[in-house]
């Protein structure tokens, strides 16, 4: 699972590196109509994966947040009645 999550971070970067490649060629008015349309094109298709990407980062990251509140309402919970057990007993 490991070889899949850095693959993925090397498609972003990869993808993030072909953008602003193709922005700099269209920003520098060299090429034809025909190819600053393909480019163009090409530059759309990699800006909605990297949304998607990066999207599915976000999701992951409220995901583990979420778990992690839980998880320390759960073990704040398990201290406040292990501190209750123990006043009873002392009693």
């Avoid at 839980?70 to 009645?81: K, V």
Wanted: glycine share 4%; charged share 30%.
């Amino acid at each position: 699972m490991a070889v899949k999550k850095s693959a993925a971070k090397i498609d972003f970067e990869k993808s993030i590196q072909k953008l602003e490649t193709i922005v700099a060629k269209l920003e520098s008015g060299d090429p034809s109509l025909e190819t600053s349309l393909k480019l163009f094109e090409e530059g759309i298709q990699l800006t909605r994966s990297c949304q998607q990407a990066l999207e599915q980062a976000e999701n992951k990251i409220t995901l583990l947040t979420q778990q992690n509140e839980e998880w320390l309402a759960d073990s704040e919970q398990d201290i406040t009645e292990t501190d209750a057990g123990e006043l009873l007993d002392d009693s």
